[in-house]
């Protein structure tokens, strides 16, 4: 195999790794959606604030347990496997699993047994049966990291794909389930039995990749076999520090926004009560911003995060091989598949903000009206969101793990500064809590954006990553907004919702191809691609 052909099976890996994440993702995000979207209605503003009460702290536990190691194992794993070496490279799965297995049983202990603390501390001891519902999910979620970190680094993101979606479908199944039959017995007791659903889910997500890593054992032990290979002599102790050194800034740095988000809880409920709203009412604005804004941002979030997976292990191989010429491709084109996903999700959001939110929440429409300028704030938060996730992921690639640490502490300190002063302005109120974030958002970006010109020197063309995209997702907004208009007094909102992002949809996928923000060629790359790129090379011509 040449040198041509090997570097371009090398770029098809990449973005065939990140389309079956990314597919896995819309997945997932279309059944969570499923999922918030009737339990916000069953429960309402004063439930999901319960509900989302247990997240932050969840979450900050779950990226304690598992943000940096897997990446530290899907790198580890993946230089082994690149020597040959796949005994060493499975020794580097045993010994994750079982430290995982220590650090997803104490993360699960405190959380559960430490909860009535966290929700006093919240002013929300109604939360209390909601943050130990999800407890032990912490453990199986840490399991399934282990799996998912060795099948990464082996270059097979299959196995994450489908743990992933039988993880969300049976919480989504539990969850809603529980939530209906539990409603009876109050809305903290509801929320609980939604919180439930994520430990439902995590073990039918751990039941199902542990399956596909016992059906491919009889393969492993062939390449091991095969290759010859023998141990090393690095100890078990070795192995851990090394994972440690690789795990810690990204675990750090992962950390420091679920952090902030407690933070931010205590902030807003108490920067509310402070300018005089109850303490009822200000549960509600957090519940219309964390429960009903908020999850909207996170279907491009995970879009990305496919992206930036995918892209860790191709950056740092190109820099190991010191082949920058594949390094600045890769990081050129991950910026700009960023921009291309992220520019519409914000845009649209923003343009069609309330008529999504009243279509999303039929039953709750007060609640609704009220969150959708919290939508169209946050919404401009996915563009530059999405680009510190990339741009995170070639940072990590590169041996710069630090600097997105330091840079998202940086931008953290901007949020609760402006969370803290904008909240307790009466006229702004819960919006200060939104615009917060974006300011986070977009000083982080910044920050990363120079850094990765600094140490890769790429060259990024500011009319083909930012321009062209902006262009094409100027002209869908203003054909969304139009279609919407001249249609709701005639089909009602839901209809007219739901046919100005399909309006809105198409113009976008037309004017990237006329403006060729993404070429035929690129298209080629993804799995069955050919099709697609000879459609699309009619719209370039």
Same mark, same amino acid.
């Given at each position: 195999?040449?040198?041509?052909?090997t570097?371009?099976?090398?770029k098809?890996?990449?973005?065939?790794?990140?389309?079956?994440?990314?597919?896995?993702?819309?997945?997932i995000?279309? &059944?969570?959606?499923?999922?918030?979207?009737?339990?916000?209605?069953?429960?309402? #503003? %004063?439930?999901?604030?319960?509900?989302?009460?247990?997240?932050?702290?969840?979450?900050?536990?779950?990226?304690?347990?598992?943000?940096?190691?897997?990446?530290?194992?899907?790198?580890?794993? /993946?230089?082994?496997?690149?020597?040959?070496?796949?005994?060493?490279?499975?020794? %580097?799965?045993k010994?994750?699993?079982?430290?995982?297995?220590?650090?997803?049983?104490?993360?699960?202990?405190?959380?559960?047994?430490?909860?009535?603390?966290?929700?006093?501390?919240?002013?929300?001891?109604?939360?209390?049966?909601?943050?130990?519902?999800?407890a032990?999910?912490?453990?199986?979620?840490?399991?399934?990291a282990?799996?998912?970190?060795?099948?990464?680094?082996?270059q097979?993101m299959?196995?994450?794909?489908?743990s992933?979606?039988?993880?969300?479908?049976?919480?989504?199944? %539990?969850?809603?389930?529980?939530?209906?039959?539990?409603?009876?017995?109050?809305?903290?007791?509801?929320?609980?039995?939604?919180?439930?659903?994520?430990?439902?889910?995590?073990?039918?997500?751990?039941?199902?990749?542990?399956?596909?890593?016992?059906?491919?054992?009889?393969a492993?032990?062939?390449k091991? *076999?095969?290759?010859?290979?023998?141990?090393?002599?690095?100890?078990?102790?070795?192995?851990?520090? *090394?994972?440690f050194?690789?795990?810690?800034?990204?675990?750090?740095?992962?950390?420091i926004?679920?952090?902030?988000? &407690?933070?931010?809880?205590?902030?807003?409920?108490?920067?509310?009560?402070?300018?005089?709203?109850? $303490?009822e009412?200000?549960?509600? +604005?957090?519940?219309?911003?964390?429960?009903?804004?908020?999850?909207?941002?996170? @279907?491009?979030?995970?879009?990305?995060?496919?992206?930036?997976?995918?892209?860790?292990?191709?950056?740092?191989?190109?820099?190991?091989?010191?082949?920058?010429?594949?390094?600045?491709?890769n990081v050129?084109?991950?910026? *700009?598949?960023?921009?291309?996903? #992220?520019?519409?999700?914000?845009?649209?959001? &923003?343009?069609?903000?309330?008529?999504? +939110?009243?279509?999303?929440?039929?039953?709750?429409? #007060?609640?609704?009206?009220?969150?959708?300028?919290?939508?169209?704030?946050?919404? @401009?938060?996915?563009?530059?969101?999405?680009?510190?996730?990339?741009?995170?992921?070639? @940072?990590?690639?590169?041996? =710069?793990?630090?600097?997105?640490? *330091?840079?998202?502490?940086?931008?953290?300190?901007?949020?609760?500064?402006?969370?803290?002063?904008?909240?307790g302005?009466?006229?702004?109120?819960?919006?200060?809590?939104?615009i917060?974030?974006?300011?986070?958002?977009?000083?982080?970006?910044? @920050?990363?954006l /120079?850094?990765? =010109? =600094?140490?890769?020197?790429?060259?990024?063309?500011?009319?083909?990553?930012?321009?062209?995209?902006?262009?094409?997702?100027?002209?869908? $907004? %203003?054909?969304?907004?139009?279609?919407?208009?001249?249609?709701?007094?005639?089909?009602?909102?839901s209809?007219?919702?739901?046919?100005?992002?399909?309006?809105?949809?198409i113009?976008?996928?037309?004017m990237?191809?006329?403006?060729?923000?993404?070429?035929?060629?690129?298209?080629? &790359?993804?799995?069955?691609?050919?099709?697609?790129?000879?459609?699309?090379?009619?719209?370039?011509?």
């Open positions: 195999m040449g040198a041509n052909e570097r371009e099976v090398k098809k890996s990449f973005l065939q790794g990140a389309a079956i994440l990314a597919g896995a993702a819309v997945l995000k279309l &059944m969570g959606a499923f999922f918030r979207i009737p339990l916000a209605n069953i429960i309402g #503003a %004063v439930g999901m604030g319960y509900y989302q009460t247990a997240y932050p702290i969840y979450n900050l536990f779950l990226t304690i347990s598992t943000a940096g190691i897997p990446v530290a194992i899907s790198r580890m794993v /993946a230089e082994r496997c690149a020597e040959g070496n796949h005994y060493e490279a499975h020794r %580097v799965f010994v994750s699993f079982l430290l995982l297995l220590i650090i997803g049983t104490l993360s699960s202990s405190i959380l559960y047994f430490g909860a009535d603390a966290y929700a006093k501390s919240a002013n929300m001891d109604e939360a209390v049966l909601a943050i130990r519902a999800i032990p999910a912490l453990l199986l979620v840490s399991l399934m282990a799996f998912r970190g060795y099948f990464q680094g082996t097979n299959k196995p994450t794909a489908c992933q979606i039988f993880e969300q479908l049976f919480r989504v199944a %539990v969850g809603l389930t529980l939530a209906i039959v539990l409603a009876k017995k109050g809305l903290e007791v509801a929320a609980a039995g939604a919180s439930f659903g994520a430990t439902a889910g995590s073990a039918f997500g751990l039941l199902v990749i542990a399956l596909i890593y016992l059906l491919h054992k009889k492993i032990a062939q091991i *076999r095969r290759s010859g290979s023998k141990s090393s002599g690095e100890s078990s102790g070795r192995i851990l520090v *090394r994972i050194i690789i795990a810690l800034p990204i675990t750090i740095g992962a950390a926004m679920p952090l902030m988000n &407690m933070i931010d809880l205590q902030i807003v409920m108490n920067r509310l009560v402070d300018i005089g709203y109850t $303490s009412s200000a549960q509600a +604005m957090y519940g219309e911003l964390s429960g009903f804004a908020a999850p909207l941002i996170n @279907l491009p979030q995970v879009l990305i995060q496919a992206i930036a997976i995918s892209l860790v292990p191709t950056i740092a191989a190109a820099h190991q091989r010191r082949d920058m010429e594949f390094l600045r491709f050129s084109t991950g910026l *700009r598949t960023a921009m291309i996903i #992220a520019m519409p999700c914000a845009f649209g959001m &923003m343009t069609l903000s309330e008529p999504i +939110m009243l279509l999303l929440y039929p039953l709750e429409k #007060a609640s609704a009206v009220s969150a959708a300028p919290l939508l169209f704030i946050l919404a @401009l938060g996915i563009i530059f969101l999405s680009g510190i996730q990339t741009l995170t992921g070639i @940072l990590q690639g590169i041996g =710069k793990q630090n600097i997105p640490v *330091r840079n998202l502490f940086i931008g953290a300190l901007v949020k609760v500064a402006c969370t803290f002063y904008l909240t302005v009466e006229s702004i109120n819960v919006k200060g809590a939104a917060g974030t974006v300011a986070t958002y977009i000083v982080t970006f910044l @920050l990363n /120079a850094a990765v =010109k =600094k140490y890769t020197k790429a060259d990024f063309s500011a009319g083909q990553v930012f321009l062209r995209p902006l262009i094409s997702v100027l002209a869908m $907004s %203003v054909c969304a907004w139009g279609a919407h208009r001249l249609i709701v007094g005639v089909l009602g909102n209809l007219a919702t739901l046919l100005a992002v399909a309006v809105g949809g113009v976008y996928i037309v990237i191809f006329a403006t060729k923000t993404i070429t035929p060629q690129e298209l080629s &790359m993804l799995p069955k691609g050919d099709k697609i790129a000879k459609l699309a090379g009619k719209f370039g011509k």
